[in-house]
């Protein structure tokens, strides 16, 4: 059986907005997290654990923020295709472990449902994936509220 691990990191800063994008759900807040899709920190680390598990480069090279099709677009869709990517290689997730670093908004009310918006796109058990939150204790870009960042770890397998 080959088992391949990948890893993947994002983070976009804070700006005024009406809400933040985080695994798929819109949190409320005064503010939004800053780019060029909807900016889904979340998804974007898995995205980018899943691509590199199989050496398939990163997120912006697969959907680089020069190209007008991906502006404002939901990371759901991106995750979906990275996902057919792993179908196309034969390749299945075993699971996914991620962090989320942020001061604000509070995270963990909202796990239950980032979960049930992923794990249909990942073809996973709930079990499978793991979403935790953490805050960097104000210390650092993240703890001055300037932005939101994840980690994510994947276990992926041959189908």
């Not at 804070?14 to 060029?36: A, R, S």
């Not at 997120?59 to 759901?76: E, Q, V």
């Amino acid at each position: 059986m080959n088992i391949r691990v990948g890893h993947g990191f994002d983070v976009h800063s804070l700006v005024e907005g009406d809400g933040v994008w985080l695994g798929g759900v819109k949190i409320p807040y005064h503010q939004k997290l800053d780019g060029h899709s909807d900016a889904d920190v979340l998804i974007h680390a898995i995205c980018d654990a899943l691509l590199g598990s199989l050496s398939l480069r990163d997120i912006g090279y697969h959907f680089p923020n020069t190209d007008l099709a991906f502006k404002g677009i939901d990371s759901k869709k991106l995750l979906a295709h990275v996902m057919e990517l792993l179908d196309a290689r034969s390749y299945r997730i075993g699971n996914i472990d991620c962090t989320v670093i942020a001061e604000n908004p509070k995270v963990n009310p909202h796990i239950d449902a980032m979960l049930d918006c992923m794990v249909p796109i990942l073809k996973i058990g709930r079990d499978d994936l793991s979403i935790k939150a953490t805050t960097n204790e104000k210390m650092g870009y993240v703890g001055r509220g300037e932005g939101i960042a994840a980690h994510a770890t994947c276990l992926v397998m041959k189908k």
